[in-house]
């Protein structure tokens, strides 16, 4: 579940609520965006694919977490972790061939 967007990292670009299926984020007027529904979060990752400055945090929780300390988040590289684990980014390798889904979907056929 969307549980954070960094005022420190976000340039307001407002491309997470433009990806976001659910509609989960509210445009604000020179400030990043809000999480103005966050129980219509999917949990699907999206919003953090597309940042382009690694500024939100999407917990793999599908329920909200009780705290956020997003200092704890930056410690951790939490933050944007999603698309750095998949390769996706500036100056990251993309993981796409090590993927294996496509065999397991020929076998199926």
Same mark, same amino acid.
């Given at each position: ?6 005022? $420190? ?29 966050? $129980? ?26 009780? $705290? ?12 944007? $972790? ?28």
């Amino acid at each position: 579940m969307i549980e954070l967007v960094s005022a $420190s990292r976000c340039i307001q670009c407002n491309i997470c609520v433009n990806v976001c299926p659910t509609n989960v984020f509210d445009k604000v007027p020179d400030a990043p965006p809000t999480i103005a529904r966050q $129980s219509d979060c999917q949990t699907c990752f999206m919003c953090e694919l597309y940042c382009p400055v690694d500024a939100l945090y999407v917990a793999p929780q599908v329920d909200p977490l009780d $705290s956020v300390d997003e200092k704890l988040l930056k410690e951790a590289e939490l933050l944007g $972790s999603y698309r750095r684990n998949v390769g996706w980014g500036r100056d990251r390798t993309s993981l796409a061939k090590e993927d294996s889904t496509h065999q397991i979907l020929k076998q199926l056929k």
